[in-house]
């Protein structure tokens, strides 16, 4: 199973019902550890991209997003 991730893919849903990009909260790793316990299949990071963030942020969001972060 391959999964993407992006900034905007975890989302807080405000009072009143707004839904607006968190950032990178949980991360890629914990997100797809929950796929991974849900369907047992390998899984693969297929895509990301730090969307709306400068060239020299790269490098740290691919860190963030493939980080174990313990």
């Given at each position: 199973?391959?999964?993407d991730f992006y900034r905007r893919n975890e989302q807080?849903?405000?009072a009143g019902g707004a839904?607006?990009?968190?950032?990178?909260v949980y991360g890629w790793y914990l997100i797809t550890q929950q796929y991974y316990e849900r369907y047992?299949?390998?899984?693969?990071?297929?895509?990301t991209n730090?969307?709306?963030?400068g060239a020299e942020e790269?490098?740290?969001w691919?860190?963030?997003?493939s980080s174990t972060r313990g």
């Open positions: 199973m391959g999964n807080i849903v405000k839904i607006e990009p968190a950032g990178d047992r299949r390998p899984v693969m990071h297929t895509e730090n969307i709306g963030t790269a490098p740290r691919l860190w963030r997003s």
